[in-house]
């Protein structure tokens, strides 16, 4: 039996648009998410995997390769996620988080993983 590639989807199609145009180059996640599936469409992040990238409605938009990973603090996001999350700055992407991390405060851990565009638009969705 083949094995399917690795796939994950992302908290809005907007976060997803801007993966298939190869302007969201990372994302975040919680310490303890990073090696848990969160069912078939969500699955554990592993460094040098491929990972087709699905939208709401479960049509794969994109394949990414995830290619590092790094513990990261809030109070410290460095420039390259920021950047990669295309926010403008640090402060910018606190604001964005803030809610989806619950109000960390200044010594939060979070992961942060980065990864490169293999396949925009398979499914050529326009």
């Avoid at 994302?27 to 709401?56: C, I, N, P, T």
């Amino acid at each position: 039996m083949a094995s399917r590639r690795r796939r994950m989807q992302f908290v809005s199609d907007n976060l997803v648009q801007q993966v298939v145009e190869g302007r969201k180059t990372a994302s975040v996640m919680r310490v303890g998410e990073v090696d848990v599936a969160d069912g078939e469409y969500d699955d554990a992040l592993v460094v040098g995997e491929f990972y087709d990238v699905f939208d709401s409605r479960l049509v794969r938009r994109a394949t990414i390769r995830v290619v590092a990973m790094e513990l990261c603090r809030w109070d410290a996001v460095p420039e390259r996620l920021w950047r990669g999350e295309t926010n403008a700055s640090a402060d910018e992407f606190r604001q964005d988080h803030v809610d989806y991390f619950g109000a960390p405060d200044d010594s939060f851990e979070f992961v942060a993983y980065y990864f490169g565009l293999a396949d925009p638009n398979p499914a050529g969705v326009p």
